[in-house]
C-alpha cells in the first residue's frame, strides 16, 4: 500500500481528496488524496512529465481540478491569492537587464505599481527586509543583469517572500546551481520554514542534497502520488507500486539513494 500519512485536515496547509487534474483529456492526477502540514519543508518529486509543475498550477488557481477536493489554507485556490509565494521555474533576465534587484522585490510588495516615481518608504522597507532575510540586501542596487544564477535566485526567493506569504512555491529552483549554491540555497529555504513557519513546496529531480531537512515527500509517477517522510516514501515497495513495475532502492555509504527499475525496459531513475 502506497504511504499516504497524512496530517489531519484541521492542521493541514494543502489538503487533496480524490484529487483529478489534466489537459485536453489527458489525466495527470487520478483519484490522489494527500494532506501537508502547516510549516513542513516538502519536496515534489518523479520522473519527467509526472504531472509535479501540474500541482503548482493547481495551487496557484491557473489550473481547475477535473475532479475531487483541493484546498489550500482551508480555502478553494485562486489567482493572485497573497498567502502564496511563488518562484516559477525561469525568468526572462539577460545581461542588458538593468532593473536594480530591490525594484523587483517591491514588485512583489505593491503589485502593478511599477516605476521608480511609486516607490513609497513602504514598499522600500518591505523588499530590503525581504532581501535582508535571504542574505542579499548588499545586491539591492545592483542591476538583475549582473547576478549569478546563484544571486538572481536568492533575488527571486526575496520578491516570493515580500508579502510574508503562509505557502511558499518553488520551481526546480536548483536547476543550473553548482553544488556549492545548490546546497546554500536549500539551507536559506530550510531556514525559512523553520524560523518564518512557512510551508514550502520544492519541485527538484534531485532528493539527495534535500534528504536531511525535509520533512515530508511527495512523489508523483503515472498518475498515482505516495506521501509521507522520505524514509517511509523512498521504498521499493512504494515505488514498485507507483510505477507499476518492480523498483529496487539502492544506499551508498553516503546515505544517496539511487531508484532503478527492475523488470521493465525503462532508464534507471536516479533522484
Do not use: C
Amino acid at each position: 500500500m502506497i504511504s499516504t500519512d497524512n496530517t489531519g485536515s484541521d492542521s493541514a496547509a494543502i489538503s487533496a481528496e480524490n484529487l483529478g487534474a489534466g489537459y485536453g483529456g489527458n489525466s495527470v492526477w487520478r483519484n490522489a488524496s494527500f494532506d501537508i502540514g502547516r510549516g513542513e519543508f516538502v519536496a515534489i518529486i518523479g520522473p519527467n512529465g509526472a504531472g509535479k509543475t501540474t500541482l503548482f498550477r493547481l495551487l496557484l488557481g491557473l489550473l481547475q481540478p477535473l475532479s475531487g477536493r483541493l484546498e489550500i489554507l482551508r480555502e478553494v485556490p485562486r489567482r493572485g491569492n497573497p498567502k502564496i509565494g511563488y518562484v516559477p521555474q525561469s525568468h526572462a533576465i539577460d545581461s542588458d537587464t538593468n532593473i536594480a534587484a530591490i525594484e523587483l522585490v517591491r514588485l512583489g510588495f505593491s503589485g502593478s505599481k511599477w516605476g521608480f516615481g511609486l516607490f513609497h518608504q513602504e514598499d522600500r522597507d518591505a523588499a530590503a527586509e525581504a532581501l535582508r532575510a535571504v542574505g542579499a540586501l548588499d545586491l539591492a542596487d545592483r542591476s538583475l543583469g549582473q547576478l549569478s544564477g546563484g544571486e538572481l535566485q536568492r533575488i527571486f526567493l526575496a520578491e516570493a517572500l515580500v508579502s510574508n506569504p503562509d505557502i511558499l512555491l518553488l520551481d526546480e529552483p536548483l536547476s543550473n546551481l553548482d553544488i556549492r549554491r545548490e546546497n546554500d540555497l536549500i539551507q536559506l529555504v530550510n531556514k525559512i520554514v523553520r524560523t518564518r513557519k512557512v510551508t514550502a513546496l520544492l519541485i527538484a529531480h534531485h532528493i539527495n542534497p534535500l534528504l536531511p531537512y525535509l520533512d515530508r515527500v511527495v512523489y508523483k509517477a503515472n498518475g498515482k502520488v505516495a506521501t509521507g517522510k522520505p524514509t517511509d516514501v523512498l521504498t521499493g515497495p512504494n515505488l514498485s507500486e507507483l510505477y507499476g513495475v518492480r523498483i529496487e532502492v539502492l544506499h551508498d555509504s553516503r546515505g544517496n539513494l539511487a531508484i532503478v527499475g527492475i523488470e521493465d525496459t525503462q532508464d534507471e531513475h536516479e533522484t
